[in-house]
Every structure is written in structure tokens, then in C-alpha cells.
């Protein structure tokens, strides 16, 4: 140290400047150099979200502590295992993201989680969120758990590989304090999810659907005899037959009619408007999914999987003196249904209608007392099976109803302009509810409103004159307590919003004209995100690009110049991935 440190070296002598100079550079790259390894790892380890960190270490739960281990097999629990920080290393997936049944060697102990910062560094235990670590090492022993929730400085909920004895479990157990926390680099603290819509001709909005969507079997709630009905192939292999059957057995005439398509894979086919009378339309793939839906007066309504039909149904608006109900019952025997017309909190009227088997009932109050009610929401309760709801305005648009399952604390809705759209939201609980409301333009919140709904009440917020000027945003909505909410746009056409649960890593839209059509993508989480917007025209790629779409923002996409213009009736495929 005297040599490097000594006046000798360090002296301000002429004959020494050039030394100096060239040991101050030795030494900065000797630091620089020490550092490097530690930054280059940091930054080469893959993105991961918190929540695909706690999916990953719940699935190792109930397999062995097994020393020096770090892999498992979800649906075989006596395979493999894994030891404290081989665990970790797992759900968190670092070096590299592997497979449960795949190790990444072991290259790291309790000791590098404490002492150093390769994949992670150092935080205070008050800053723990899920998907962060508790760590200790003292003497050669140490451990290592996957905070979730709960008391950070007590017993929290934890994800560990806790010993032979116990294996990998999930629960609370006491952390004293010389646990320390430490977090993850490249950190997200969501998976890549985005929204879509589509805003077509009639200034109508259809919705992108989450992968999953396709199904085999398809339900069209509602279809006139002058209807048009189109089916997409979602297979890009396989070409498929599809069967359409219209039934109503409400006019003591059950099936009205039958016929099939044959669909190429990614192909669009349209049905030949055959039909006898007005029922509903239930569609049979022989194993290829598909996509379909019904035109109407110049707007597109998607068919539905059997999974969006409930027992509780909610329709956010109704006016008794203009809209209609429809009820649809796939089911093979007769179903009960209760409607009620609801307002501050109170029930103006109860109705019990009977639907008969694979029928569609319809429900006017236009000729009744309850007409002169200027606005209601409407709760559907079915016992006997599942049923589909929908609401006809005097537009002659549908709107389909909210399913008990879908209603959420927090909700999204794309495409609001304050100066044109009203917001409708509906408190269908027994108490409360106090919501806070966001509209959010080119990622940040432009104006927030706080409101307060009563039980079993439907509000409406008109905000047209305070935010004239502001132009097209998206409103977040959060509540403490699930609430259902819609947009009501021109000509009484509605769009509904949606939890973030409906947003997805890889989006579709059924039937889009690039020519005519404008897409918009919304990016609801809090990282920045990629979107690839790939176009099909049959099976062929005919428009690929990618976006990059900041956290809270919606990208309008116009592709009237794209080659994908030149297309009709093309299909649009939405991938995500966090940027």
C-alpha cells in the first residue's frame, strides 16, 4: 500500500504527473473491472413479474427438501425437490428461466443471497412486497424464504423449502429481525397483459378477446332470421365444419333451422340467412375452435362460450320505457328467472319469467307502470341453470349483461372522450361503496373524481362541460367494493368495462378491415410493453409490426396505409411482452 499510496507516487513533481496519471487509470479500471461482472449479470438475468414468481414456488408446494435440489414436478410430488435457496432460485428464475423439472445447477447459496448483489440487492424489511426474499447467513447456516404477504417484521405468509421434515410449504411462521430482505433485478410487478378494441364504421367499439376465448361450442344469445352470422377458424392448421343450429322451442317450433360451413384454418366464412324465425344460435366445431359473430343494423356482436353465461346476471342501465330483454337458455330443461328493476335501494318491480328449454324469452316493460321509471339497473337471478342476458336499446343495440363473476373492484374502459360518453356505474352491494375515479391520457391522470354510491343504487357521471377540451382517454376505476360500470356513447350504444382480468399476454380480434377500422391497445400495468400486431388474411401473414406502448397508456393504431388495407375481413393476433 505504501508504494501506491506513498509521497513518491503522489507528489506533485513534474516527473511525476504522467505516472499518476497512468496509475489513477490502472486503478479506475481495476474497479471498474471488479464491478463489471456484477453489473452484466444484473442486467442478463430475464424479466420475470411478482405474480409469475408466486405461481412458480405454489407449484413446487408438497414436493421434498432435497439438499443441493432445485427442480420439481407439479403433478408429482414425490419427484425431485429442492432445498432453501435451490427453491428460490426456481421461482425467482435466475441465471436463466428453466422448466420445474429442469436444474439450473445450483449456482448460488444463502451466502451469495446475503452477501452479494448478483440478480438482486438489498432492501428494508418495511419494502417487501410479494415476490421478494428473506434472507439470513451466519457461521455457515442460513435459510431462505419467498415473502407473499402479511407481517414483514413478525410472521409473514412465506414460500419456502423449510426443512426435511416439512419440504416445500407455504405459510406464516415467525422471521427475526436479522432476516433480511433482498429484491430481485429486471422486477415487474405485473405478467405482459394488454386490452383491445376496435372502433368500427358504425363509431361502435368490439372488444379483442383474451386467448381462451375460442371455443368449439358457441352461443349467439339472440339472432333475427335477417341477421348475418360469420364463423372465424382460430386453428392456423386445420380446417374445420361447422354446425349452426337456430332453435326456440318458446314457438312451440324448436329447431329453426339447421346448416353447416366448412371453414379453412384462420378463414372467414358467413352463413346463409336460412333461418325460419328468431331464436338463439348454438355452433358445433368438430374439434377446431372458432371465433363467430352477428351483424346487426351495422354493428358486430362476438358469440359467446358457455362460461359467460351465470345464474346472477346485471344490466348496468335500463330504461324501462325504450329497452328490451332477452333471455336465453341453453339448457335442455326449463329455467326460473327473476327480474328486478332496482334504484336507491329500493326494488321497484319483481318479475318471475319461465324460459323454456333452449329458448329465448323476451321481457318489455314499455306498455307497463314501470315505464315512467327514467332509469333502473336490472339484476337477474336464474335457478334450474345458467342463462344468457342481453339488452336491445332503441338503437336496435345489444348489450350483453354483466356476469356475477366478472364484476371487480377495479375496471377499465378504452375509448372514453368526457365531452361525448356518460359513465354509468352500479352498486349492487349491501353496503357503500366509495370509488375513486381516473381518467388517464397519455399515461398519466388528467383528472380523479371521488364518489360515493348507495347500496343497490346506479349513478350517472357526466362530466361533458369541466373536460370538453380534454379528448379520448381511458378511466380506471376502483372501488372497495365490486361494482359494475359501461360507457353509453351515441345512438344509446354501450360498452362495458372490464377487470383486469380480462386482459391477456396474447389478444385476438375476429374480424377487422384495416381500410375502415381503427385498433386501439391499452397497456393497463405499470411497465413498459411491446405489442406485436400480426394480420392473417386466410392462413397468410399479411401485417406484422411491433409497438411500444408506455405503462398506463392507449395507443390508437391506424392502418389505413398498412399492406393489411388491401384486405377484408382479416384476422388480428395481439402479443405482449413486457419491454
Known amino acids: 500500500m505504501v508504494g501506491f499510496f506513498g509521497s513518491r507516487v503522489w507528489g506533485l513533481g513534474s516527473g511525476n504527473i504522467k505516472r499518476n496519471l497512468i496509475l489513477i487509470t490502472m486503478l479506475q479500471l481495476i474497479i471498474v473491472f471488479a464491478i463489471l461482472p456484477t453489473l452484466v449479470r444484473a442486467d442478463s438475468c430475464p424479466v420475470v413479474s411478482r405474480d409469475s414468481i408466486i405461481k412458480y414456488a405454489q407449484s413446487g408446494v408438497g414436493s421434498p427438501y432435497v439438499w443441493g435440489g432445485d427442480k420439481w414436478n407439479p403433478n408429482n410430488k414425490g419427484w425431485g425437490g429442492a432445498d432453501c435457496s435451490g427453491y428460490v432460485l426456481k421461482a425467482w428464475q435466475i441465471p436463466y428461466k428453466a422448466g420445474y423439472t429442469q436444474s439450473v445447477g445450483h449456482p448460488y447459496s444463502t451466502f451469495n443471497f446475503y452477501f452479494k448483489k448478483t440478480h438482486w440487492y438489498p432492501i428494508n424489511r418495511n419494502n417487501l412486497a410479494k415476490g421478494d426474499i428473506l434472507v439470513y447467513r451466519n457461521k455457515g447456516r442460513g435459510h431462505v424464504a419467498i415473502y407473499h404477504y402479511g407481517d414483514k417484521w413478525g410472521s409473514p405468509v412465506v414460500y419456502e423449502a423449510r426443512s426435511r421434515k416439512h419440504g416445500i410449504v407455504h405459510g406464516a411462521r415467525y422471521f427475526p429481525s436479522y432476516y433480511k430482505g433482498r429484491r430481485r433485478h429486471r422486477l415487474v410487478n405485473s405478467d405482459p397483459k394488454l386490452m383491445a378494441t376496435v372502433k368500427i364504421s358504425s363509431n361502435s367499439y368490439l372488444k379483442a378477446l383474451p386467448e381462451g376465448y375460442a371455443s368449439t361450442k358457441l352461443y349467439v344469445d339472440f339472432l333475427s332470421k335477417k341477421d348475418p352470422l360469420f364463423v372465424r ?6 380446417n374445420t365444419m361447422v354446425g349452426a343450429t337456430l332453435f326456440n322451442y318458446h314457438l312451440r317450433r324448436g329447431v329453426l333451422g339447421q346448416q353447416k360451413v366448412g371453414v379453412a384454418a384462420y378463414q372467414q366464412s358467413g352463413l346463409a340467412q336460412i333461418w325460419r324465425g328468431n331464436g338463439f344460435i348454438r355452433l ?9 359473430w352477428r351483424q346487426n343494423a351495422g354493428f358486430k356482436y362476438l358469440a359467446k362460450n358457455i362460461s359467460q353465461s351465470a345464474r346472477t346476471n346485471y344490466i348496468n342501465y335500463f330504461e324501462p320505457k325504450r329497452d328490451l330483454l332477452y333471455l336465453t337458455n341453453p339448457r335442455f330443461k326449463a329455467v326460473k328467472a327473476v327480474v328486478y328493476l332496482v334504484n336507491n335501494n329500493k326494488v321497484y318491480h319483481r318479475k318471475t319469467v319461465r324460459i323454456a328449454r333452449r329458448s329465448v324469452a323476451m321481457v318489455s316493460y314499455k306498455r307497463s307502470k314501470q315505464r315512467r321509471l327514467k332509469g333502473v339497473y336490472v339484476r337477474i337471478n336464474a335457478s334450474g341453470g345458467r342463462i344468457f342476458v342481453s339488452k336491445k336499446t332503441k338503437s336496435s343495440f345489444y348489450t350483453p349483461a354483466q356476469t356475477a363473476n366478472k364484476i371487480n373492484k377495479t375496471l377499465y374502459i378504452q375509448n372514453f372522450d368526457p365531452a361525448r360518453n356518460l359513465l354509468y356505474i352500479t352498486n349492487p352491494n349491501r353496503r357503500k361503496a366509495r370509488l375513486i375515479l381516473k381518467y388517464i391520457q397519455d399515461g398519466r391522470s388528467r383528472y380523479q373524481k371521488r364518489i360515493h354510491i348507495r347500496p343497490h343504487d346506479v349513478v350517472l357521471v357526466d362530466k361533458r362541460r369541466r373536460l370538453k377540451r380534454l379528448g379520448e382517454t381511458f378511466i380506471k376505476i376502483s372501488a372497495n367494493v365490486s361494482v ?13 368495462a372490464e377487470p383486469l382480468s380480462f386482459a391477456n ?3 385476438y380480434v375476429a374480424d377487422f378491415n384495416a381500410a375502415s377500422e381503427t385498433l386501439y391497445i391499452l397497456n393497463p400495468i405499470g411497465s413498459v ?8 388474411t386466410g392462413n397468410t401473414l399479411v401485417y406484422s409490426n411491433v409497438f411500444s406502448i408506455g405503462k398506463y397508456r392507449q395507443l390508437p393504431i391506424d392502418l389505413r396505409s398498412s399492406a393489411a388495407a388491401r384486405y377484408s375481413n382479416t384476422y388480428v393476433q395481439i402479443i405482449s411482452e413486457i419491454s
Open 284 to 292: 358445433l366445431t368438430h374439434g377446431q375452435k372458432m371465433y363467430a
Open 233 to 238: 377458424n382460430s386453428d392456423y392448421s386445420s
Open 505 to 507: 399476454k396474447t389478444t
Open 484 to 496: 359494475v360500470a359501461s360507457k353509453r356513447m351515441a345512438r344509446a350504444t354501450y360498452q362495458l
Open 529 to 536: 410493453q411491446k405489442a406485436t400486431v400480426n394480420i392473417f
